[in-house]
C-alpha cells in the first residue's frame, strides 16, 4: 500500500513518514532526500533540481514522475510505501495514480500547521537555502500548487488530517494508526491474505 504524506514545508512530514517507516518496517520513499542525493552527486537531473530547489521553485512534473514511478513499479505485494514529497502537483498526483498498481493507493495523510510555526521551524533547521525570503515563496507556491491535493484526495475518500503542532510522540502515534486502518481497510484478511 502506498501512504501518500502531504502538508506544507516545514510540516513534519518527512520526520513522522522515517519514524513511522523505522517504527513499523514501512518503506520511507523521500523525493527531497532522492533529489538532494543527485544534487550531492553532480547528476545532470541534480544539476537542473538544483536550480529550481535554490529558488524555492518546484522541479518539474517530469523530472519527479520519472523518478517516483520507477520505484513505485517495482513495489513488492505486501509493501507499505510511505511517500514524502510527492505528488507536490495535480499532475503528479494523476501521474502516480497511473504509474501505481490498482488499489496500491491508500491513503493520503496531511499534516497541518499555522504558517507562524511553519516558518519559525524552516528558519530553525539551518539549511543554506532557507531564508526568509526563499521560506515564504515556498509556502506560497505549496499554497498554489501543492494545496489543491488536500481537496483531491478528499474527493476520492483517501484524506487523513493529523495536527502537526502536538508533541511529536503523539502525533507519531496518531500517523502510525491511521496508516494501520488503512492497511486493514485496502487489505482486510491481513498483510499475507
Same mark, same amino acid.
Given at each position: ?13 518527512? *520526520? ?95 499534516? *497541518?500547521?499555522?504558517?507562524? *510555526? ?43 488530517? /493529523?495536527?502537526?503542532?502536538?508533541? /511529536? ?8 494508526? /491511521? ?15
Amino acid at each position: 500500500m502506498i501512504a501518500i504524506f502531504l502538508g506544507a514545508p516545514g510540516v513534519g512530514k518527512g *520526520t513522522q513518514a522515517a519514524a513511522a517507516a523505522e517504527s513499523q518496517g514501512w518503506t520511507h520513499l523521500s523525493t527531497g532526500d532522492l533529489l538532494r542525493q543527485e544534487v550531492g552527486a553532480g547528476t545532470d537531473l541534480g544539476l537542473k533540481a538544483k536550480e529550481y530547489m535554490d529558488r524555492g521553485d518546484l522541479v518539474p512534473d517530469d523530472v519527479m514522475v520519472g523518478m517516483v514511478a520507477t520505484r513505485v513499479e517495482s513495489m513488492s505485494a505486501d509493501e507499505v510505501l510511505l511517500l514524502d514529497g510527492f505528488p507536490r502537483t495535480l499532475a503528479q498526483a494523476e501521474a502516480l495514480h497511473e504509474a501505481a498498481p490498482e488499489g496500491a493507493i491508500g491513503l493520503a495523510v496531511c499534516f *497541518t500547521a499555522s504558517d507562524e *510555526t511553519l516558518v519559525e521551524r524552516l528558519l530553525g533547521r539551518g539549511r543554506t537555502d532557507d531564508t526568509r525570503e526563499v521560506v515564504e515563496h515556498r509556502l506560497t507556491v505549496y499554497r498554489e500548487t501543492t494545496e489543491p491535493l488536500v481537496d483531491f484526495y478528499k474527493d476520492l475518500g483517501m484524506l487523513r488530517e /493529523i495536527n502537526a503542532e502536538r508533541e /511529536i510522540k503523539i502525533i507519531q502515534s496518531d500517523t502510525v494508526e /491511521i496508516i494501520q486502518a488503512g492497511l486493514a481497510h485496502t487489505n482486510p484478511q491481513g498483510a499475507n491474505g
